[in-house]
């Protein structure tokens, strides 16, 4: 074997090796460059949707083993994943007391699990803030808070939710048009009220 071939190989290899090193700490780390933690990797992987009956379903990357997510009612719209696939956050319209209509946002753990009620909105006040859209919600880059956007008899109204804690949402900006966007690190967000803009503390 010539010497350059042996050099090449030589490269070659610890071109690899470095390679096998950056792949295994990137994964321990499970950072990105700028030092956001990346999602797991030991989420849910389906994809959720809504039926032709308005009902939220999961089902698997081949488009089998469909799971319904959401309770009766009469609909349920814009199932969102958290960012490490565990919870899936969804909105619909129920019937309350009185069989008065209420806007109810829901999140579910993983697959099978726990089905609990974020909020619950006024009966018969602000029961979509668009078509077939009771909620808009979004989550932060670290699936901590939930922030989302719903009606009130004050209009609308951004609302802030740590989910791990049992405090529930906070309401933190009210006017509209609403509109908001999470910073990398989940700390704060962008929002849009009015003619004017905002920075909130998650």
């Known amino acids: 074997m010539s010497r350059d071939r042996l050099r090449l190989y030589t490269y070659l290899a610890l071109l690899f090796a470095a390679v096998a090193v950056v792949a295994v700490l990137g994964g321990l780390a499970r950072t990105s460059l700028r030092g956001v933690p990346l999602p797991s ?4 992987d389906r994809i959720s949707y809504v039926d032709l009956d308005r009902q939220v379903w999961t089902m698997n990357a081949e488009g089998s083993e469909g799971t ?3 309770p009766e009612g009469p609909f349920f719209a814009w199932p969102t994943w958290s960012p490490d696939g565990q919870e899936l956050v969804f909105s619909g319209v129920l019937a309350g007391k009185d069989e008065q209509l209420q806007a109810v946002l829901y999140v579910r753990n993983g697959l099978g699990g726990e089905l609990r009620e974020l ?3 006024e009966p018969g006040v602000g029961l979509t803030i ?3 859209v ?3 919600a979004t989550w932060s880059p670290d699936s901590r808070y939930l922030a989302f956007v719903g009606g ?3 209009g609308l109204k951004l609302y802030v939710d740590d989910l791990q804690d049992s405090v529930g949402p906070k309401a933190t900006v ?3 048009p609403l509109f908001h ?3 990398p690190d989940s700390r704060h967000m962008l929002v849009h009220g009015g003619q004017e803009h905002f920075v909130v503390d998650a």
Request: net charge negative.
């Open 41 to 44: 990797d030991t989420g849910v």
């Open 68 to 70: 319904r997510m959401s």
């Open 119 to 121: 909020h619950t909105g």
């Open 130 to 132: 668009g078509r077939d």
């Open 134 to 136: 009771p909620h808009y």
């Open 152 to 154: 009130s008899s004050e």
């Open 174 to 176: 009210n006017r509209a």
């Open 181 to 183: 966007d999470w910073s």
